[in-house]
């Protein structure tokens, strides 16, 4: 039977938010960002396997939480890992620790805690349809300028084919297999999502509609942000 399998990584260390524990562990109205994850994929209505990758320090109030909220009635196995120095190293060991009849894999933010349950579905229903890689997108609104070092504006860019893209991002699992073993590539910097593992590797990948709500959590001003869209019911 074909499942579903999940990695939800959660731990990195929030530098940039700057908060006394780890950005995944920072609550939202008395839950945790990772609380949030775990809840709108354990209520995917799929059998399937999900990995919260934590810091090693955090496992123990990981499965702990796990055991209060995983619905009763559930298709879904749940286990916790301990992450990596890098988000590419945390992905891996999450795939890593995926169980066989998988065919395919979603890699999710757990920084994005809002990502609706609509568009996990969206992402799921894509990758197989199309056999190919799928990430959510959305346009880019501002105007974008290439800038030099100095400061000096060299170029504005034309974002007509310009997209922003969140996650969850969808993978057929031997995709993502065969382009996290294909040799890293010196030449360029360290990608910065899943999806550019499959096109350095020559797979195709896809869009589909992202969302506002799958915003994800950077900086202070995204906390105020979040907790405004919680308060408001905007979800
Ligand atoms: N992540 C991870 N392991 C790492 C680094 C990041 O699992 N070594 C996860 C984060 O927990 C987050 C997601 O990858 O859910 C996106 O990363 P980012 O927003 O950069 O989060 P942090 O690395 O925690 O934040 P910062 O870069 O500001 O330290
Ligand atoms: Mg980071």
Do not use: C, M, Y
């Amino acid at each position: 039977l074909a499942t579903l399998g999940v990695v939800l990584v959660a731990a990195g260390r929030g530098e940039r938010l700057g908060a006394s524990v780890p950005k995944a562990f920072v609550e939202l109205r008395g839950r945790t960002l990772v609380e949030f994850g775990i809840a709108v994929v354990t209520s995917l209505p799929h059998r399937g396997h999900l990995v919260v990758v934590v810091p090693e320090d955090r496992a123990a109030q990981t499965l702990d939480l796990v055991d209060r909220i995983l619905p009763a009635e559930t298709g879904w196995d749940v286990s916790v890992v301990p992450g990596g120095r890098t988000r590419n190293e945390s992905v891996r060991f999450g795939v890593d620790a995926l169980p066989g009849a998988i065919d395919t894999v979603l890699v999710h933010d757990a920084a994005r805690p809002f990502a609706s349950a609509e568009l996990f579905e969206r992402v799921i229903a894509e990758v197989r349809a199309s056999g190919d890689a799928v990430v959510p997108a959305q346009p880019v609104i501002d105007t974008i300028k290439r800038v030099a070092p100095g400061g000096l504006v060299t170029e504005t860019v034309d974002r007509g084919d310009l997209v922003a893209v969140q996650t969850p991002q969808g993978f057929p699992r031997e995709l993502l297999a065969a382009a996290q073993a294909a040799p890293d590539d010196a030449e360029h910097a360290p990608p910065t999502d899943d999806a550019e593992l499959v096109q350095r590797a020559g797979g195709r990948v896809r869009v589909v509609a992202g969302e506002l709500r799958a915003h994800k959590l950077t900086g202070p001003a995204d906390l105020v942000l979040l907790e405004h869209v919680l308060a408001a019911k905007l979800l």
